[in-house]
């Protein structure tokens, strides 16, 4: 098989690439000797980064829970230092996509409706499952990447992701149902 049918295949693959790739760091490693691997890492690290945002900034207009509160915050400053480092990359800048995906709109539409302690809960439940994926595909992307830059911008934040998840699951309250 050459080059040519690999990417076109992979090609192929990517509007199902998103779901996957968030459920297992198994399709990034498949495809992370073609172009689609950098395609689905750069799909999937922009949409983290849009969701840790947009979660965040809902959080911040309903909670008055100072912790989590200042969580929140962190969340949107890093998430957009991340969204803005990976942009200035000319390897993703043309990868990345323009809206979330219908999950994680549904999840934003979801936090929405909550309010007080349903909304710290429901947001922290939210990051923990968020930031766990994004670690999947960043530790994925960072041992098998093909592209040298993106791979170095995965490698370098490995630890900031696991960072985040560590804090979001210090705060998890009882289970929303």
Wanted: aromatic fraction near 6%; proline fraction near 3%.
């Amino acid at each position: 098989m050459n080059r040519r049918t690999i990417l076109l295949a992979s090609a192929m693959a990517l509007p199902g690439m998103s779901a996957l790739a968030q459920s297992s760091s198994g399709l990034l490693n498949l495809f992370s000797t073609t172009g689609a691997g950098a395609n689905a890492f750069v799909e999937q690290a922009t949409m983290a980064n849009n969701f840790g945002i947009e979660s965040s900034r809902t959080l911040l207009a309903g909670s008055t829970h100072t912790q989590i509160r200042e969580y929140a915050e962190r969340m949107v400053a890093e998430h957009t230092a991340l969204s803005n480092e990976l942009r200035a990359m000319p390897d993703a800048a043309t990868r990345m996509p323009s809206s979330l995906d219908d999950r994680l709109q549904a999840r934003l539409i979801e936090l929405r409706r909550y309010q007080g302690d349903e909304l710290d809960r429901w947001y922290i439940q939210m990051q923990v499952e968020a930031h766990r994926q994004a670690l999947e595909f960043y530790e994925a992307f960072a041992a098998n990447g093909e592209v040298p830059n993106l791979k170095s911008f995965a490698e370098r934040n490995v630890g900031r992701v696991r960072t985040n998840l560590q804090q979001a699951q210090a705060f998890q309250l009882p289970r929303a149902q």
